[in-house]
C-alpha cells in the first residue's frame, strides 16, 4: 500500500522503538517523514535504512519551545506545510510523589506534556491548511494508574484528554486528532522490564494475549488513525495492549 504517498509527516521520538517503527512504516507507504528526536547519532542510524529523499533529519529537544519555533520553520522551507504529526518523544519518571524532587516533575512534564503542546502549536497552522492529522502517543497509564508511576501517569493522563479537547476544537477544520495507547511494548525505555524473566512474566500474566507489544504493532495503529481509512475517527484514546483493557482487574483464577 502507499496511502501516504508525497504526504509530509513529522515523528518525535523518532530514534529508537516506536517511533523509529513508524517513521520507517510512513516512509514505506510513500511518505516524506522528519525524523525528530535528541539524539542525532540515533537519528542518522535510523535514516541510514531509508530513502534519502524521503527523510528529513531534524535533531531537536521538543521540551525546548525556541528549538521546536526553528523546527517548524525548517520543516516548513523545506518541504512546505505537514500533513501529519506523530506525538512520540516520552520519558519516565518513577518513584513516589513526596519522595520525588521538582525537577524529576519538569523532566516528565517537560517532554511529556509540554512537548507535545509546543510541537501541536507550533505545526497546526500548516496541519489546519491541510486538513491534515495529529497521533499523539498516550499510554495505557494515561488512561488508568499504575505503582509508583504518578507522575508519569498525571503526564499520560493529560495527553489523553489533550488529545479528546484538541479533536473537538479543531474538528470543524477537517483537523482530526487521535491518541494510541501502548501497553507494555518491547523498547528501549522498557528494557529493564523486557530483559527481567520474572517482571516479564508478570506483565504476560496479566495481558490476554500473553505477550509484549513489539513497536511495530504501535506503528499500525498510527499509520490506521492517521490515513483516510480512519477518516471518521476523532478523539479517540485507543488502546494497543494485548487485551488488558478486556479485563476489570479483578485477579485470574485460573
Not at 529508537?16 to 520507517?24: D, F, I, L, V
Not at 521546536?68 to 512546505?80: D, S
Amino acid at each position: 500500500m502507499s496511502r501516504f504517498t508525497n504526504k509530509v509527516v513529522v515523528v518525535t521520538g523518532a530514534g529508537s522503538g516506536m517511533g523509529a517503527a513508524t517513521a520507517k512504516a510512513f516512509v514505506n507507504e510513500g511518505a516524506k517523514v522528519v525524523l525528530v528526536g535528541r539524539t542525532a547519532e540515533k537519528l542518522n542510524n535510523v535514516a541510514a535504512e531509508l530513502p534519502t529523499e524521503q527523510v528529513l533529519i531534524a535533531p531537536t529537544d521538543v521540551a525546548d519551545p525556541h528549538a521546536v519555533t526553528a523546527l517548524a520553520a525548517h520543516v516548513e522551507q523545506k518541504w512546505g506545510n505537514v500533513d501529519i504529526l506523530v506525538n512520540n518523544a516520552g520519558v519516565v519518571v518513577q518513584g513516589l510523589a513526596h519522595e520525588l524532587s521538582i525537577d524529576d516533575w519538569d523532566k516528565q512534564m517537560g517532554t511529556n506534556l509540554n512537548g507535545v503542546f509546543y510541537m501541536v502549536r507550533a505545526f497546526v497552522p500548516g496541519i489546519l491548511k491541510q486538513k491534515g492529522n495529529i497521533v499523539n502517543i498516550s499510554s495505557v497509564s494515561g488512561l488508568g494508574g499504575d505503582w509508583g508511576m504518578s507522575f508519569y501517569n498525571a503526564s499520560k493522563g493529560a495527553i489523553s484528554n489533550f488529545t479528546r479537547s484538541l479533536a473537538m476544537d479543531y474538528g470543524q477544520h477537517g483537523v482530526r486528532v487521535n491518541a494510541v495507547c501502548p501497553g507494555m511494548t518491547e523498547t528501549e525505555m522498557t528494557s529493564g522490564i523486557t530483559s527481567d524473566t520474572k517482571a516479564l512474566d508478570k506483565f504476560k500474566d496479566r495481558t490476554p494475549l500473553q505477550r509484549p507489544g513489539q513497536s511495530e504493532d504501535i506503528a499500525h495503529a498510527v499509520l490506521f488513525l492517521a490515513s483516510d481509512q480512519a477518516s471518521y475517527i476523532t478523539g479517540v484514546n485507543l488502546p494497543v495492549d494485548g487485551g488488558i483493557h478486556a479485563s476489570n482487574g479483578q485477579p485470574r483464577q485460573a
